[in-house]
């Protein structure tokens, strides 16, 4: 099983990035929350955005909340992350995540089966 993250860079502040998370060995539809986490230096990994495979529902962290999109294509076996309006805040590597966490750990990095080896994103100013 892999998930293959790609798409990150060096963008300056208000740019805009999309990253995708290629699945191999597994079948995204088949679980049930495809999500994105970031670790910054110095800080804990932290949820940024799932989507659910049976609702197809999008959720969020409020930091994120109106700038960045995240969509699955399943035909594809591929999530993406669309992020715009980017700050210097946003600076960190990102992660994406396959599972099937029950809903008081959907935010929490541990409650996904799967986890991408990660791609670095930065903004300058």
């Given at each position: 099983?892999?998930?293959?993250?790609?798409?990150?860079?060096?963008?300056?502040?208000?740019?805009?990035?999309?990253?995708?998370?290629?699945?191999?060995?597994?079948?995204?539809?088949?679980?049930?929350?495809?999500?994105?986490?970031?670790?910054?230096?110095?800080?804990?990994?932290?949820?940024?955005?799932r989507?659910?495979?049976?609702?197809?529902?999008?959720?969020?962290?409020?930091?994120?909340?109106?700038?960045?999109?995240?969509?699955?294509e399943?035909?594809?076996?591929?999530?993406?992350?669309?992020?715009?309006?980017?700050?210097?805040?946003?600076?960190?590597?990102y992660?994406?995540?396959?599972?099937?966490?029950?809903?008081?750990?959907?935010?929490?990095?541990?409650?996904?089966?799967?986890?991408?080896?990660?791609?670095?994103?930065?903004?300058?100013?």
């Amino acid at each position: 099983v892999q998930l293959q993250a790609s798409g990150g860079g060096l963008v300056q502040a208000g740019g805009s990035l999309r990253l995708s998370c290629a699945a191999s060995g597994l079948t995204l539809s088949t679980y049930d929350t495809v999500g994105w986490f970031r670790q910054a230096p110095g800080k804990e990994r932290e949820f940024v955005a799932r989507v659910s495979s049976r609702s197809k529902r999008t959720y969020y962290a409020d930091f994120v909340t109106g700038r960045f999109t995240i969509s699955k294509e399943n035909a594809k076996n591929t999530a993406h992350l669309q992020m715009n309006s980017l700050k210097i805040e946003d600076t960190a590597v990102y992660y994406c995540v396959v599972g099937n966490p029950i809903l008081s750990a959907a935010t929490m990095w541990r409650g996904y089966r799967y986890w991408g080896q990660g791609t670095q994103v930065t903004v300058s100013s």
